[in-house]
Each structure stands twice: as C-alpha cells, then as structure tokens.
C-alpha cells in the first residue's frame, strides 16, 4: 500500500524520527538520520534486545567489537572474494540496478534520434531507446527521450523546445528482454560488483581496511578471547549491536535497504550434534521476541530456505519476514552456519580454535547458530505496525481522523505526556513541574503546556506517547478532598482516563513501561 507508506514517511519526518543524512545539502543516497524520538526508540529497541538476549540470559554474554576490520579477516571470511551482488547498467540513464531485482516487463521499446536545435549552435546527436509499459501513452516515451537528452548534454536547463526528436522505430519486447539503443540491448551483461566499503588506513594511507560489512566477524576473530577470559562452556553465545556497512547497489524502500545500518547478532557456539536443534530453538525465542515489542506472529512469514538456495555452509536458514506496506521482506535470518567460520579464521590465522570439553574429553571445532536481525528493518517494522489512522465521531455526528502510533509502552520514545491544564495558573504549573523532575529520572517525558488539551492528546497520539497526565483544578482540592492530589492519567489506545494519586504515579507508570 503505497499510500500508506508515504504517510509513515512523511509523519516519520514531521515528528522528528528519522532524516536523510544531509539533508541540507540535498541528501546521501540509503544513508539516514535518526531525529529525537526515532533515537529514542532505537534506544528501546537496542536495550529491550540487549536485557533478553544478555542480561537474561547465563549463555549468551556480549562484546561491542570495531567497526574498521583489518583486510585478512574479511579475506579469510570470503568477504574480499565473494561479498557481492549482481549489477547491470543502464545504458541510457547510467542507473546503476541489482540486476536480479530488475522488474521483468513486457511492452514496446521506441527507438529516437534527438539532435539540439539547430538555431543554439549545438549539433550533438544521439539515439535513445524507451520502454514503454503494455497499455501506456506512447507521448511518454517522447518525454522521457527528451530528459535523457537533456541529460545527456549535462545541461538540465534545456529548454525541451530546443530538443527535434525523430521517432524511428517501435518493437514489441517481453520480460527478459534487454534492449540498448545501439546493439539491442538495454542494460549490459550483469557482474559482481563487491558490496564492502573500503578505506584507506595508516599514517601513508597506504593499508586497507573495510567498514565492516556485518557485526559478525569480530565475534568469530575474538571467539577464543571471550572463550578464554569468561570461563564459559559450550553451548554460549556472544551477542552484538552495531553499524554496518554495505555500498547497496539500489538502497531502497526508505531505511529498510540502507548502506549504513544497525544489526543485532548472536553467534551461538555449540557442539555439532546439537545445532539444527538449536536453530529451531533460536527460531522460536526470536520469534517471541517480535511478539512481545509488538510485532505480532500472524504478520511474520517465516521461509524455511530450501537445499539449492542456502549458503554453501549453511545446513539450515530460517529467514523471518514482515509483512512492510511495501511488501513481504526480510527482517532476519537465523542461521546454522556449521563450523564454516571458525574454520576459515582457523585456517586463515593458522592458528587452532578448537574446543577441549573438559567433561567428555571431547576436541572439537564448535558450530555456529546464527540469529541475525537488523535494528532498522525492526523500527520500521514497528512503525509500520503501529501506525494508525481511527475515524471518530463526536456527539454531534461530526467525524474526525486521529493518528496514533500505537507503540508497546515499552518501545514508546516518549512514556508519558505532563499538562498543567492551563498554563497561566502557577499551582498547576508548580505541581507539573514537580511531577516531571520525578518521573524524568526514570522515563522519557514531554511536557507540554500549548493550546487545549485535546490537541495536546492528539500530539502524544502521534508519536506514540502511551498515557498522558494532567494537572487540573480538581488536582488542587477545588472539587473536595477526595480529588486533591490526584491527576487524570489519559490512556492513548481506548482514550479512557482515569484519577491516579501523584504519589502513586511512578510506580504505576514503571509497571506499565518495562
Ligand atoms: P537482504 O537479502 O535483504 O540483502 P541479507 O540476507 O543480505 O539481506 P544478512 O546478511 O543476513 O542480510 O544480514 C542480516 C540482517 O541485517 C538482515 O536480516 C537485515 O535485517 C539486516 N540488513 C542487511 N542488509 C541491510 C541493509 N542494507 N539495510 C538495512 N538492514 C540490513
């Protein structure tokens, strides 16, 4: 639903979630920004993972490893070699596709001739080939002839009147078909083209290093330090969060296809008997995981990868897919990578990973489960989830659209709105105020004094904020005794309230947001 999606967009922006990196400047191409709250939720998201997957957990421990990777680990990780995906050009738009992801489409190439006009003193001349979808103008095709000429003189500010267009032929192509203006074919054969961005490193700039293309590495390349230094046994795990990198031939679909970007990995070490076992397992608990932030079960697709289309390592490959307003796509992959990576770190090292099991006398080199998830494919998730639109009709049969996003408590990036009910009285304020220094030392809060409160509601609505508390004239004992002290607590989902005594009002809220 594309609609959709262009709303999510433009709110995601609006309300400060996420920006284009350098914007100001017209923008970095699959490279994004998070503004206050979408670092908020990041923040929760990251934290949530972490409290699971480490901190409740006696197997797993973490370790936040370096984002610049010498050479010989991605060359023994096969990353130098093979890190790639297919690429064709475009002849005519110099765009640069994943050739595999290339639409198959049928429908009618026009071939032109475009020459200046002769009056400008320009004679460059050049042929152009358009595809034209089944059932489209042909008017069109001679529009886009005339952008791509433009182009092609690198001069935009041509007037398309200057541009004399021929039309010199027209042929029926199908799906696989590729067409260029000279020789009949539209984009060049495809090539790997290495996705890893590179950089020059040392004093003389003269050594490489890599942006790391997954977090995954430096778990392998450090497995035997943990191992080593935490006196734990097989089956464990080492978790990471962090950036990275890949030059993504068409990034795409807002953050879901970034060039920079955030993953949460598990490497989980085992015996060899126990790993397709494990992978289910892991399966499962990630499974669990999406449940309980708020991505629910029915919205998850899992595929179980078929023999033939796995990693040449990989014994079994879960991937976990959302159902994005976009499509149904991949927000992780939990896989049962055998013993392949410390394998080729072993080799490419030379020296021994294996592990001595003290128990069984056993030596072996451990095999790897690997849940791997993406942090920003995961916030788009759950934005996409909890983005809403709700008709409501008042008393008077008058109807009204209220956004919310309707976040878990847990993953909201604001926990709890503060409103003196009106600004210019200082009791309320006073009270407000107080409230907030409390409540901040354990949550986010935004507090907010401007224009009625049910348009302050609606702005909480918005981002997400689960409850919001008021500060009103019964607060401060005009309606008896009963009410002194009390505030309305606002709930966002059933928009209900209810009176909750200051002094209860942080436990409640701590209950509430965990
Ligand atoms: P895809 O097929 O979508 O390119 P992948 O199978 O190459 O993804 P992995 O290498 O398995 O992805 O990476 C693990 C996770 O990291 C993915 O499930 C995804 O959530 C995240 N991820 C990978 N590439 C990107 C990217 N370019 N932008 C955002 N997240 C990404």
Same mark, same amino acid.
């Given at each position: 639903?594309?609609? #959709?999606?262009?709303?999510?967009?433009?709110?995601?922006?609006?309300?400060?979630?996420?920006?284009?990196?350098?914007?100001?400047?017209?923008?970095?191409?699959?490279?994004?920004? !998070?503004?206050?709250?979408?670092?908020?939720?990041?923040?929760?998201?990251?934290?949530?993972?972490?409290?699971?997957?480490?901190?409740?957990?006696?197997?797993?421990? &973490?370790?936040? &490893?370096?984002?610049?990777?010498?050479?010989?680990?991605?060359?023994?990780?096969?990353?130098?070699?093979?890190?790639?995906?297919?690429?064709?050009?475009?002849?005519?738009?110099?765009?640069?596709?994943?050739?595999?992801?290339?639409?198959?489409?049928?429908?009618?190439?026009?071939?032109?001739?475009?020459?200046?006009?002769?009056?400008?003193?320009?004679?460059?001349?050049?042929?152009?080939?358009?595809?034209?979808?089944?059932?489209?103008?042909?008017?069109?095709?001679? $529009?886009?002839?005339?952008? !791509?000429?433009?182009?092609? /003189?690198?001069?935009?500010?041509?007037?398309?009147?200057? *541009?004399?267009?021929?039309?010199?032929?027209?042929?029926?192509?199908?799906?696989?078909?590729?067409?260029?203006?000279?020789?009949?074919?539209?984009?060049?054969?495809?090539?790997?083209?290495?996705?890893?961005?590179?950089?020059?490193?040392?004093?003389?700039?003269?050594?490489?290093?890599?942006?790391?293309?997954?977090?995954?590495?430096?778990?392998?390349?450090?497995?035997?330090?943990?191992?080593?230094?935490?006196?734990?046994?097989?089956?464990?795990?080492?978790?990471?969060?962090?950036?990275?990198?890949?030059?993504?031939?068409?990034?795409?679909?807002?953050?879901?296809?970034?060039?920079?970007?955030?993953?949460?990995?598990?490497?989980?070490?085992?015996?060899?008997?126990?790993?397709?076992?494990?992978?289910?397992?892991?399966?499962?608990?990630?499974?669990?995981? !999406?449940?309980? *932030?708020?991505?629910?079960?029915? $919205?998850?697709?899992?595929?179980?990868?078929?023999?033939?289309? #796995?990693?040449?390592?990989?014994?079994?490959?879960?991937?976990?897919?959302?159902?994005?307003?976009?499509?149904?796509?991949?927000?992780?992959?939990?896989?049962?990578?055998?013993?392949?990576?410390?394998?080729?770190?072993?080799?490419?090292?030379?020296?021994?990973?294996?592990?001595?099991?003290?128990?069984?006398?056993?030596?072996? /080199?451990?095999?790897?489960?690997?849940?791997?998830?993406?942090?920003?494919?995961?916030?788009?998730? /759950? *934005?996409?989830?909890?983005?809403?639109?709700?008709?409501?009709?008042?008393? $008077?049969?008058?109807?009204?659209?209220?956004?919310?996003?309707?976040?878990?408590?847990?993953?909201?990036?604001?926990?709890?709105?503060?409103?003196?009910?009106?600004? $210019?009285?200082?009791?309320?304020?006073?009270?407000?105020?107080?409230?907030?220094?409390?409540?901040?030392?354990?949550?986010?809060?935004? !507090?907010?004094?401007? &224009?009625?409160?049910?348009?302050?509601? #609606?702005?909480?609505?918005?981002?997400?904020?689960?409850?919001?508390?008021?500060?009103?004239?019964?607060? /401060?004992?005009?309606?008896?005794?009963?009410?002194?002290?009390?505030?309305?607590?606002?709930?966002?989902?059933?928009?209900?309230?209810?009176?909750?005594?200051?002094?209860?009002?942080?436990?409640?809220?701590?209950? #509430? *947001?965990?």
């Amino acid at each position: 639903d594309p609609a #959709r999606m262009e709303k999510i967009v433009s709110l995601c922006k609006r309300r400060g979630f996420i920006f284009q990196a350098g914007e100001l400047y017209g923008g970095l191409n699959g490279v994004w920004d !998070y503004g206050p709250l979408g670092a908020e939720l990041k923040r929760n998201l990251k934290e949530y993972w972490w409290r699971k997957t480490v901190q409740e957990r006696d197997d797993v421990v &973490g370790m936040d &490893g370096s984002i610049l990777t010498m050479e010989q680990v991605l060359v023994s990780s096969g990353h130098v070699g093979g890190f790639s995906d297919p690429m064709s050009d475009c002849l005519l738009t110099k765009a640069r596709l994943r050739a595999d992801q290339i639409p198959e489409q049928d429908g009618t190439a026009v071939w032109f001739s475009a020459a200046s006009h002769p009056a400008s003193g320009w004679s460059v001349q050049r042929e152009f080939a358009v595809l034209v979808a089944p059932g489209a103008e042909i008017g069109s095709a001679h $529009k886009t002839a005339r952008k !791509y000429y433009a182009e092609f /003189l690198s001069n935009k500010q041509i007037s398309p009147k200057e *541009i004399e267009l021929v039309e010199e032929r027209r042929e029926e192509v199908t799906g696989t078909t590729r067409f260029n203006p000279e020789n009949g074919s539209l984009l060049t054969e495809p090539r790997q083209f290495n996705l890893m961005l590179q950089t020059n490193f040392g004093a003389t700039g003269d050594q490489i290093a890599y942006l790391r293309p997954e977090t995954a590495q430096s778990i392998f390349v450090q497995y035997k330090n943990v191992l080593d230094s935490n006196r734990i046994k097989l089956p464990f795990g080492i978790a990471q969060i962090g950036k990275s990198f890949r030059n993504e031939i068409n990034p795409r679909n807002y953050t879901f296809r970034s060039r920079e970007f955030e993953q949460m990995e598990i490497e989980y070490f085992c015996h060899p008997n126990d790993g397709m076992r494990l992978t289910d397992e892991w399966l499962e608990t990630r499974l669990c995981f !999406y449940d309980e *932030i708020g991505i629910p079960r029915e $919205k998850l697709h899992v595929l179980d990868i078929p023999d033939g289309e #796995r990693a040449f390592y990989s014994k079994k490959t879960y991937d976990i897919e959302y159902e994005f307003p976009f499509g149904v796509q991949e927000l992780e992959g939990v896989a049962y990578r055998t013993d392949y990576d410390l394998g080729v770190h072993e080799k490419g090292a030379g020296k021994s990973l294996i592990y001595f099991d003290e128990e069984t006398k056993e030596k072996f /080199l451990p095999h790897v489960v690997e849940p791997s998830a993406g942090c920003d494919r995961t916030i788009l998730a /759950l *934005i996409c989830e909890a983005f809403d639109e709700e008709t409501l009709t008042d008393e $008077k049969g008058k109807q009204d659209v209220r956004t919310v996003l309707r976040f878990k408590p847990s993953m909201a990036p604001v926990k709890v709105g503060i409103f003196p009910l009106l600004k $210019k009285n200082e009791e309320q304020v006073k009270i407000a105020r107080d409230i907030q220094k409390q409540l901040q030392k354990w949550m986010t809060v935004s !507090y907010d004094d401007g &224009g009625a409160v049910g348009r302050r509601y #609606r702005r909480q609505d918005e981002v997400g904020t689960p409850f919001c508390v008021t500060i009103d004239f019964e607060t /401060l004992g005009e309606s008896g005794d009963e009410l002194k002290g009390t505030v309305t607590v606002r709930h966002r989902d059933s928009m209900e309230q209810e009176r909750i005594a200051i002094d209860a009002l942080l436990p409640w809220l701590l209950e #509430r *947001i965990r």
